[in-house]
């Protein structure tokens, strides 16, 4: 599977937060996907091939961490910029050990978001 360069998958629990993501990476010019679990993106990352991905820590079911390392053992990895609103220490040191290229705190502004997606996709 190639991957779309333009296709930002946003991973929230909370539908407004998805929505916000959602229409700030459309307004950075890319296309966007949600999803409102790690299980969920799991489910479907090899039907969709994903520029980057933006998933938020604190999720029903598994953790960002968990699913980040998932990610981390897919073919090809896929780029994954954590977010959180409660951040806990160590957290920011374990999800970039784990192979996230950002750490992004709630209220994340559209310069933190614009950054990691540059960063994810290398534009």
């Keep these: 599977m190639i991957c779309d360069r333009n296709l930002i998958a946003v991973v929230d629990d909370d539908?407004?937060?998805?929505?916000?993501?959602?229409?700030?990476?459309?307004?950075?010019?890319?296309?966007?996907?949600?999803y409102g679990s790690g299980e969920a993106l799991l489910a479907a990352v090899h039907?969709?091939?994903?520029?980057?991905v933006i998933?938020?820590?604190?999720?029903?079911?598994?953790?960002?961490?968990?699913?980040?390392?998932?990610?981390a053992r897919s073919?090809?990895?896929?780029?994954?910029?954590?977010?959180?609103?409660?951040?806990?220490p160590g957290l920011r040191e374990c999800c970039l050990a784990a192979g996230a290229v950002a750490y992004i705190l709630k209220p994340a502004s559209q310069f933190d978001i614009?950054?990691?997606i540059k960063k994810a996709t290398f534009r």
């Design 55 to 71: 998933l938020d820590h604190h999720l029903p079911g598994q953790t960002g961490l968990e699913t980040l390392r998932k990610l």
């Design 47 to 52: 039907t969709r091939a994903l520029a980057c």
């Design 15 to 34: 539908k407004g937060v998805q929505r916000a993501l959602s229409r700030l990476v459309r307004a950075l010019g890319y296309d966007s996907v949600t």
């Design 75 to 88: 073919t090809p990895p896929i780029p994954v910029a954590v977010i959180t609103g409660l951040d806990e």
């Design 114 to 116: 614009e950054a990691a």
